[in-house]
């Protein structure tokens, strides 16, 4: 379908309030529920998990019914037509929300890592992905927006489709590295323009000393995960336009996946390893993604049926999160 369904003209007010929202929750999360900083219980982050997921999947029904409302409306379309794109923006959302969602998971290796190298204690690292989260937020709007304009160019869909297949086939046969933030190129200009320090000063990123403004680790830290995140949302926002022309769903779908990534991340860093085939179904995921940009949409003039996509991408994300829990990971 080349019509856009929410053009950013007549939605530039929603895309304001939801953002406005967004920052609601966020606010209300860092200065009410962790206004002191503590560590987060498995119990704690397991109820947050619930409570994003909850979010996105009420947000979901309320843009269906709006969808059908609002498109039965127009002369355009009839009831049942209106009835079925309200039915195709909903499953486009939420298999975007599950795409995003899958492949955050691989990236919390990342956070691991580098609170690991940083030496960061558990009861700071929710202020951290706190900080990390609200810049992913204006990074992946800006890619977003980059995006929307690119996408339509076919050469621009044909690069970014074969980068997903090749991503995918190297999750496959990449021996999995340590990082070692140290080696940064970013980090390592940091270093030459920012005094750090090596000691923590509480939850502070920055302190000063002598009438002199460090670094703290928080603040490395901080810096490495945004970078990685934009790294990441290479892979992730072009994965989601692959399923929708829709800008307003691909942006919406994403930011729902961010805000559950902190309680995720707590909930699951401990049990990490244990998802030791999750990168095999994350590659399958990536290639067949990378298929339909390249192939699969044409063979189907031009709309690869987003229910078989998240029928596929459900039972292989799935199928590799039951057999990583059924089948020990070799040791290291």
């Known amino acids: 379908m080349d019509l856009v369904l929410f ?19 966020l606010a209300a999360d860092l200065g009410v529920f962790h206004k002191n900083p503590h560590v987060v219980s498995f119990k704690e982050a397991g109820i947050w998990c619930v409570i994003w ?44 929300f599950l795409i995003e969602k899958s492949l955050s998971i691989d990236n919390l290796f990342v956070f691991v890592a580098v609170f690991a190298f940083f ?5 700071y690292q929710h202020r951290i992905l706190f900080y990390g989260i609200l810049g992913a937020l204006v990074f992946r709007a800006i890619f977003i927006a980059l995006g929307s304009v690119l996408m339509q160019y076919e050469w621009v869909v044909m690069f970014f489709g074969g980068l997903l297949i090749i991503t995918g086939i190297k999750m496959f046969f990449a021996p999995k590295q340590a990082i070692d933030p140290s080696k940064n190129p970013i980090i390592a200009l940091l270093k030459r323009w920012l005094p750090l320090t090596p000691n923590m000063h509480g939850h502070r990123f920055f302190v000063v000393q002598d009438g002199v403004r460090y670094g703290t680790p928080l603040f490395l830290a901080l810096v490495f995960i945004e970078i990685s995140d934009i790294i990441f949302a290479v892979d992730s926002v072009p994965a989601i336009f692959a399923l929708t022309d829709e800008p307003f769903i691909v942006f919406t779908s994403n930011i729902f996946a961010i805000l559950g990534l902190r309680a995720l991340f707590f909930l699951l860093a401990g049990v990490y390893q244990k998802f030791h085939l999750l990168k095999y179904g994350l590659g399958i995921v990536l290639i067949f993604v990378g298929l339909k940009m390249v192939w699969l949409n044409h063979l189907f003039d031009g709309k690869f049926p987003v229910s ?11 199928t590799a999160v039951t057999l990583s829990l059924l089948r020990e990971p070799k040791p290291e």
């Not at 019914?65 to 039915?87: G, H, N, T």
């Not at 030496?119 to 009861?123: A, C, D």
């Not at 078989?308 to 799935?318: D, E, H, K, T």
């Open 7 to 25: 053009p950013f003209s007549e939605y530039w007010s929603f895309y304001l309030g939801f953002s406005l929202f967004v920052l609601l929750l």
């Open 53 to 96: 997921v909850g979010l996105a999947l009420a947000f979901n029904v309320a843009l269906y019914f709006y969808s059908s409302w609002k498109f039965s409306l127009d002369p355009r379309f009839s009831a049942v037509e209106a009835s079925a794109i309200a039915q195709q923006v909903s499953l486009e959302f939420l298999t975007g």
């Open 119 to 123: 030496g960061i204690p558990e009861k």
């Open 308 to 318: 078989w996509s998240l029928a596929f991408i459900g039972v292989v994300i799935g």
